[in-house]
């Protein structure tokens, strides 16, 4: 017997908190009824699980794949309904064949590391704020950062909906009329950089996540992918635990 969950995460459709809202919503079918609650349990050798009519398969060999977001892409599946180019767009651009899903975001001016799979425990310990995952990004801002400003940026600040403390901020260099940062978090709340850069005067002009946890960009350029080696995805592991 599985969670009805994690069954579908396993099953490399989505992740195991994505799993969650597609159930509440009533788009998934067991044995051709729907049901509500994530958390009831199935057996996979026995029960149908459908999602949206379609039949739900366990997936059987993990896809661990590590890309460069260009700027330009939405982080999602499927279509956009205004036009715009998507993961799964990038996806065939590329020759990405696997069926896999996001572990995370980068919004659609942001760019680098992306991480695809079809495990969703993995994804999940990259996803969920408990587990504290560090997330290292090059951040480009407009107007020259002063040494009191950037004194105040290591203290972290007050936004609307949370309090923001960088795990670790350098200045890797001044230019003449924009600052070029590094700033590591495991915060993964939507355009949590960008509001805090933007709340000290000082707008993000360009970002690009360069790392998650022993997982780096490596020398990889916009649009260009690899396989995950077994080192990376054991150093996020070892991390969650």
């Known amino acids: 017997m599985i969670r009805l969950n ?5 099953s490399g459709v989505c992740s195991r908190r994505k799993a969650d809202l ?3 919503e009533g788009r998934v079918k067991v044995n ?5 609650q994530p958390g009831i349990k199935i057996d996979p050798e026995k029960d149908t699980v459908e999602l ?9 060999k993990k896809v661990y794949i590590k890309i460069y977001k260009p700027r330009g892409y939405l982080t999602q599946l499927g279509k956009d309904k205004f036009g715009r180019k998507t993961l799964t767009d990038l996806m065939e651009e590329v020759g990405i064949k696997e069926k896999v899903f996001p572990a995370g975001r980068l919004d659609l001016e ?3 590391l992306l991480i695809l799979t079809n ?9 969920h ?11 480009e801002v407009k107007g020259r950062v002063s040494s009191e ?5 290591k203290k972290g600040k007050k936004l609307d909906d949370t309090f923001l403390k960088p795990d670790d901020i350098k200045i890797l260099r001044k230019k003449k009329n924009s600052t070029l940062l590094e700033i590591t978090i495991h915060s993964g709340q939507k355009r949590i950089i960008r509001r805090f850069m933007k709340s000290f005067g000082h707008p993000v002009l360009r970002l690009i996540r360069v790392g998650i946890d022993g997982i780096s960009l490596d020398r990889l350029k916009p649009s260009q992918w690899k396989y995950l080696s077994q080192k990376e995805i054991e150093s996020v592991v070892k991390s969650a635990s």
């Not at 495990?119 to 996803?127: T, V």
């Not at 400003?149 to 940026?153: A, D, E, G, L, V």
Request: positive net charge.
């Open 52 to 60: 949206d009519g379609k039949l739900i398969k366990p997936q059987e």
């Open 110 to 112: 942001s760019e680098g």
């Open 149 to 153: 400003t950037f004194n105040k940026m």
């Open 32 to 36: 051709g009824k729907v049901v509500a």
């Open 22 to 24: 597609l159930i509440k």
């Open 129 to 139: 704020p408990k587990k504290k995952i560090p997330k290292k990004y090059v951040v």
């Open 119 to 127: 495990d969703g425990d993995f994804a999940n310990i990259i996803m």
């Open 6 to 10: 994690r069954f579908i995460s396993q």
